[in-house]
């Protein structure tokens, strides 16, 4: 995303969300799946994925109603199959 990159989600009332992810010069990735909340953590689970595989984000809300979302996510950056861990530091505003 640094490099030029842009990443938009979509969440729905009933948790339902899809994501795009948009690198310079490739492709567009698409991730729909769910997510919920347990305690102070983010669940994610890709509808790709199986239950058990699901990705877990601290989350916390600043007094400017800023929802403050990081954790360890995997990605395919290089499209060759292999998952890299990736850090993830989102800022979300409604």
Same mark, same amino acid.
């Given at each position: 995303?640094?490099?030029?990159?842009?990443?938009?989600?979509?969440?729905?009332?009933?948790?339902?969300?899809?994501?795009?992810?948009?690198?310079?010069?490739?492709?567009?990735?698409?991730?729909?799946?769910?997510?919920?909340?347990?305690?102070?953590?983010?669940? /994610?689970?890709? %509808?790709? !994925?199986?239950? &058990?595989?699901?990705?877990?984000?601290? #989350?916390? $809300?600043?007094? *400017?109603?800023?929802?403050?979302?990081?954790?360890? /996510?995997?990605? %395919?950056? !290089?499209?060759? &199959?292999?998952?890299?861990?990736?850090? #993830?530091? $989102?800022?979300? *505003?409604?």
């Amino acid at each position: 995303i640094s490099e030029g990159g842009s990443f938009n989600l979509t969440i729905q009332n009933n948790g339902r969300f899809s994501a795009q992810i948009n690198f310079p010069g490739e492709p567009t990735e698409q991730f729909t799946g769910q997510m919920g909340f347990s305690d102070s953590l983010l669940v /994610l689970l890709d %509808d790709e !994925d199986e239950p &058990g595989d699901e990705a877990f984000l601290t #989350i916390s $809300l600043t007094p *400017e109603d800023l929802l403050l979302a990081n954790g360890i /996510l995997e990605f %395919d950056f !290089d499209g060759d &199959g292999s998952f890299e861990d990736t850090i #993830i530091d $989102l800022r979300m *505003e409604r």
